[in-house]
Nanobody
């Protein structure tokens, strides 16, 4: 069982930056793939970024070059650094943990989810 707690969301102007954190409980954090997803009002949850236990990363086209996912296994924490934020990035952001080998850009690849943190980008 893994519990995930996101933090770091907030209100920021367009062009600004935020860093989200996802703190995980449990002793097997390093073995999981970690992902970030987001959901805007009236839209489906969409993939943002993911990182394997090998530190290999994957990004949605809409955030490539602006967002960076990372992990610190010693702290059992995953991060999402978001630069050059746009109003279209406004959403609730969720982190997720899933076993290695599953598809990492779809929600079905993850077993554990955090409660979400709101990110609002004003124009």
């Amino acid at each position: 069982q893994v519990q995930l707690v996101e933090s770091g969301g907030g209100l920021v102007q367009a062009g600004g930056s935020l860093r989200l954190s996802c703190a995980a409980s449990g002793r097997t954090f390093s073995s999981y793939s970690m992902g970030w997803f987001r959901q805007a009002p009236g839209k489906e949850r969409e993939f943002v970024a993911a990182i394997r236990r090998s530190d290999r990363t994957n990004y949605a086209d809409s955030v490539k070059g602006r967002f960076t996912i990372s992990r610190d296994n010693a702290k059992s924490t995953a991060y999402l650094l978001m630069n050059s934020l746009e109003p279209e990035d406004t959403a609730v952001y969720y982190c997720a943990a899933g076993p290695f080998g599953r598809a990492w850009s779809t929600p079905g690849g993850y077993d554990y989810w955090g409660q979400g943190t709101q990110v609002t980008v004003s124009s």
